[in-house]
């Protein structure tokens, strides 16, 4: 059974920063792309950074220069690191492959950006 537990969201301030992960369980993980995304509500969940299998990494334009992906084969996790977050970083945010792969999305996780 493949599971994608996401971790690490919370409430800050704008300008502050938080580090997201997601175990993953149940899939071959060193042979995915692995995918972040968020959704806000009324609004379709959009892939904001990716990750190859060789660390080959892909950005939304709205976050290039602010949120880093990275991950751990090891470990089975992927990690993204968001930089001076804003407002409008505010989501829930979920990991999956990418392209997703509808049967694994998890719960995510809330990242609420807030003075």
């Known amino acids: 059974q493949v599971q994608l537990v996401e971790s690490g969201g919370g409430l800050v301030q704008p300008g502050e920063s938080l580090t997201l992960s997601c175990a993953a369980s149940?899939?071959?993980?060193?042979?995915?792309?692995m995918g972040w995304y968020r959704q806000t509500p009324g609004k379709q969940r959009e892939l904001v950074a990716s990750?190859?299998?060789?660390?080959?990494?892909n950005y939304a334009d709205s976050v290039k220069g602010r949120f880093t992906v990275s991950r751990d084969k090891e470990k089975k996790t992927v990690y993204l690191q968001m930089n001076s977050l804003k407002p409008e970083h505010t989501a829930v945010y979920y990991c999956?492959?990418?392209?997703?792969?509808?049967?694994?999305w998890g719960r995510g996780t809330q990242v609420t950006v807030a003075s």
């Open positions: 990750i190859t299998p060789g660390n080959s990494t």
């Open positions: 149940g899939i071959i993980f060193k042979i995915y792309r």
């Open positions: 999956n492959t990418d392209p997703m792969i509808s049967r694994f």
